[in-house]
Nanobody
Framework: QVQLAESGGGLVQAGGSLRLSCAAS????????MAWYRQAPGKQREVVAV???????TYKDSVKGRFFISRDNAKNTVDLQMNNLKPEDTAVYYC???????????????WGQGTQVTVSS
């Protein structure tokens, strides 16, 4: 099992910045990909940024150039630096990690409890 704990959410004005952090504990050696998702009221959860194996990162189009995901394997953390925040970025942000593989039948996905980010106009 893997446990994830987010921190760093809050209220910020449009154009401001926030940094989210996620600390992983438990069977961290099994973690493959780590990512950040978000869910706004009345909307489906969506992927925001992914830190893939091999240090490859991918982003949702609307956050490219503004958000940056980083991973520190020594500290077992994944951070999301969010710059030039917009009101439409308001959502609960969730840390995600996965382990195993569908091929081997042992894929598992883990989620943090979520942290609220509110951007005022």
């Amino acid at each position: 099992q893997v446990q994830l704990a987010e921190s760093g959410g809050g209220l910020v004005q449009a154009g401001g910045s926030l940094r989210l952090s996620c600390a992983a504990s438990g069977n961290i050696d099994r973690i493959n990909t780590m990512a950040w998702y978000r869910q706004a009221p009345g909307k489906q959860r969506e992927v925001v940024a992914v830190f893939h194996s091999g240090d490859v990162t991918t982003y949702k189009d609307s956050v490219k150039g503004r958000f940056f995901i980083s991973r520190d394997n020594a500290k077992n953390t994944v951070d999301l630096q969010m710059n030039n925040l917009k009101p439409e970025d308001t959502a609960v942000y969730y840390c995600n990690a996965d382990s195993g593989s569908y091929y081997h039948g042992d894929y598992m996905a883990y989620w943090g409890q979520g942290t609220q980010v509110t951007v005022s106009s």
